[in-house]
């Protein structure tokens, strides 16, 4: 999931204008370009991207053959805080409700 939504994100002007070229043959696209152009989908794209690079690189992490279990144990507490931190803590997550 994460290489085809770093992809999104690099080609973002580029689906649009392609969605803006298509939308007027059928009514999905029109509903697919509202939602490209929504604040909260555009804003949310970098923090979805923000997930799964942190779990791509935990599951990096544990791939590797001398990992001890104290050493994942510590390492999926740090992932934890940093979800939390961007996804869940009021003061440092993402609040779409300011853009609306």
């Given at each position: 999931?994460?290489?085809?939504?770093?992809?999104?994100?690099?080609?973002?002007?580029?689906?649009?204008?392609?969605?803006?070229?298509?939308?007027?043959?059928?009514?999905?696209?029109?509903?697919n370009?509202?939602?490209?152009?929504?604040?909260?989908?555009?804003?949310?794209?970098p923090?979805?991207?923000?997930?799964?690079e942190?779990?791509?690189?935990?599951m990096?992490?544990?791939?590797?053959r001398?990992?001890?279990?104290?050493?994942?144990?510590?390492?999926?507490?740090?992932?934890?805080?940093?979800?939390?931190?961007?996804?869940?803590?009021?003061?440092?997550?993402?609040?779409?409700?300011?853009?609306?």
């Open positions: 999931m994460l290489a085809p939504l770093k992809w999104v994100g690099k080609e973002y002007k580029t689906l649009i204008i392609k969605v803006v070229m298509d939308s007027g043959f059928m009514k999905a696209i029109e509903t370009l509202v939602n490209l152009c929504d604040v909260g989908t555009i804003l949310g794209l923090c979805n991207l923000l997930m799964l942190s779990i791509n690189a935990l990096k992490f544990v791939q590797v001398n990992v001890f279990v104290c050493d994942y144990i510590a390492i999926i507490k740090i992932y934890q805080a940093d979800l939390y931190k961007m996804y869940i803590d009021p003061t440092t997550s993402f609040q779409p409700e300011f853009f609306y």
